[in-house]
């Protein structure tokens, strides 16, 4: 079992490359046991090329990387023994059962036939997949096949689990469900490692992250900590009849800490966007339309990199 005391993965000036692409440029960061780390950023930022280096599938270009304080290029084995691995595209077997898949998965940790048919029970039951156990896979949906790649990586009691993109592509009730799922395996103790380009997904259920962008780290915190620190706690969005955009940040710049104007929008970041709106009106500014939010990822990302995370 993974000691309290250490991370349970360390990197250090961690580098991927491929031929004359780097994926990966020099990062550092540590998982705590019993957290939920994240990695946010857009297609191509490297956080799947981060989580197959952690994953033992993708050998490491440069630096270093420790997993439960073991090297992947020389302990690999040991350490697949230990995780629970959720990839970015489900691999089921689609000729067999629901239940077929989790008990067959079972013999690669050569766990007891009678521990895995116990195993496998409990597991349908936590994802909601009871009733589906004899069914095959092949026709069920989108989200089922998901919970059940959840499951199958359960089904060695890993001490870390790795999720790649875990809810691309599905529905919101789909998606909301997944979230429910992995917020009770956190609150039991379990370890998360998670990748994702859903600024709310990341709220939802990370307790630390970073954010990603071109293979480098360019921001690290929790989601509230990253909000605070490089926006303000209210975003005014508006929509004007006076589009001229460089008119408009010269007018609006004394209003708010940072105004970004995007093609179908003007964003005010303010700790009161109520009363910057409030000035707009006296100005005489032609309002179309206006919201008041609280700010979120999404605008750390846009102030950060000055582009949206899903591309």
Known sequence: MPSAAGPLVLARNLRKTFSSFTAVDGIDFEVRPGEAFGFLGPNGAGKTSTMKMIACASPVTGG???????DPGTEASTIKARLGVVPQADN???ELTVRENLLMYARYFDIPSQTARQRTEELLAFVQLGERGGSRVEPLSGGMKRRLTIARALINEPDLILLDEPTTGLDPQA???IWERLYRLKKNGAT???TTHYMDEAEQLCDRLIVMDKGRIVAE?????LIERYVTREVLELRLADTDGDVLKERLA?????VEILPERIQLHADDGEQVLERIHALGLPVERALVRRATLEDVF???????LVD
């Not at 270093?64 to 073991?70: D, K, P, T």
């Not at 915190?221 to 900590?225: A, D, K």
């Not at 846009?302 to 949206?308: E, V």
């Open 175 to 177: 998606r909301h469900l």
């Open 302 to 308: 846009l102030r950060l990199t000055g582009r949206t």
């Open 254 to 258: 004394s209003l708010a800490t940072h």
């Open 192 to 194: 998360l490692l998670l």
């Open 92 to 94: 089921l077997d689609l």
């Open 64 to 70: 270093e990387l420790r997993v439960f304080g073991m």
């Open 221 to 225: 915190g929790s989601p509230r900590e």
